[in-house]
């Protein structure tokens, strides 16, 4: 009888760890975000810079607890996409996101981190995007890494939810 008691205490305690492992906390506040994108099929003639501003930037993003809460990292914000099969651990996350619109397809995302200070992400989209009257195939790849600047986002306004399922 003891025995039994000792298994199912020792089940419940894994249970929560389990449970309760993948809402790790991460500082919400002012996050420098650098993001490197690159084409393996771009939809613009060949000679023809990238308009849309392509290769790497670095952006302030502002994360609210509640964001970091639902999603566990910091997401792309695309017009017209929404979140699907996310996945949270204890130290990352994984998602899909489907786009419909100018821009249609599926990106397969990822984040890890080590800290609640530093983190890294790839974003992996294949699809097309409406150029004109063409409808033309795109494929991007999007590396990230992220640094936790403060707790004070200053004028930088908070992410905003992306639409999920």
Same mark, same amino acid.
């Given at each position: 009888?003891?025995?039994?008691?000792?298994?199912?205490?020792?089940?419940?305690?894994?249970?929560?760890?389990?449970?309760?492992?993948?809402?790790?906390?991460?500082?919400?506040?002012?996050?420098?975000?650098?993001?490197?994108?690159?084409?393996?099929?771009?939809?613009?003639?060949?000679?023809?810079?990238?308009?849309?501003?392509?290769?790497?930037?670095?952006?302030?993003?502002?994360?609210?607890?509640?964001?970091?809460?639902?999603?566990?990292?910091?997401?792309?914000?695309?017009?017209?996409?929404?979140?699907?099969?996310?996945?949270?651990?204890?130290?990352?996350? &994984?998602? =899909?996101?489907?786009? #419909? *619109? @100018?821009?249609?397809?599926?990106? +397969? $995302?990822?984040?890890?981190? &080590?800290? =609640?200070?530093?983190? #890294? *992400? @790839?974003?992996?989209?294949?699809? +097309? $995007?409406?150029?004109?009257?063409?409808?033309?195939?795109?494929?991007?790849?999007?590396?990230?890494?992220?640094?936790?600047?403060?707790?004070?986002?200053?004028?930088?306004?908070?992410?905003?939810?992306?639409?999920?399922?």
């Amino acid at each position: 009888m003891r025995r039994t008691r000792r298994w199912i205490t020792m089940v419940g305690c894994l249970f929560a760890m389990t449970v309760f492992a993948p809402a790790q906390t991460r500082k919400p506040g002012l996050w420098a975000l650098t993001t490197t994108t690159t084409w393996q099929q771009a939809p613009f003639p060949a000679g023809m810079g990238d308009p849309t501003g392509g290769g790497t930037h670095t952006t302030q993003v502002c994360v609210t607890q509640q964001y970091f809460d639902k999603y566990g990292a910091i997401l792309p914000q695309i017009s017209g996409c929404r979140v699907t099969n996310l996945v949270k651990k204890a130290n990352g996350m &994984t998602a =899909d996101m489907e786009c #419909t *619109g @100018k821009m249609s397809g599926k990106a +397969s $995302m990822e984040s890890s981190w &080590t800290d =609640d200070e530093h983190a #890294t *992400g @790839k974003v992996h989209f294949v699809g +097309s $995007m409406q150029v004109g009257p063409n409808s033309k195939p795109i494929e991007w790849t999007t590396a990230s890494s992220s640094i936790y600047k403060g707790i004070d986002c200053g004028t930088v306004k908070p992410l905003s939810p992306v639409p999920d399922k």
